[in-house]
């Protein structure tokens, strides 16, 4: 349980904290924030692979449209 929290806190909170603060110190906030909307997609492909989780077609054509709309937003 202690090494399942340290991940949540460490690892997950204060490292995407700080990844996050990096990435906006060495770029444009706007194009920064674009890429918040790829969090749920990511966390759901990363429960399909660490625990098995089903994704479904819908899910799938969801993750496919949010990446999409993210490439176009931050595209130059």
């Known amino acids: ?5 340290g991940w949540s806190v460490l690892a997950l ?8 603060l990096l990435m906006i110190r060495r770029g444009e906030i706007s194009r920064v ?3 918040l909307y ?7 492909i990363e429960a399909w692979v660490l625990f ?5 077609p819908i899910q799938i054509l969801g993750m496919a449209v949010t990446i999409l ?3 176009l937003a931050s595209r130059k």
């Open 69 to 71: 709309g993210v490439v």
């Open 1 to 5: 349980m202690a090494l399942v929290l």
């Open 38 to 44: 790829l969090v749920p997609a990511l966390v759901a």
């Open 33 to 35: 924030s674009t890429f």
């Open 13 to 20: 909170s204060l490292g995407g904290v700080g990844l996050y």
């Open 52 to 56: 098995g989780e089903a994704l479904t």
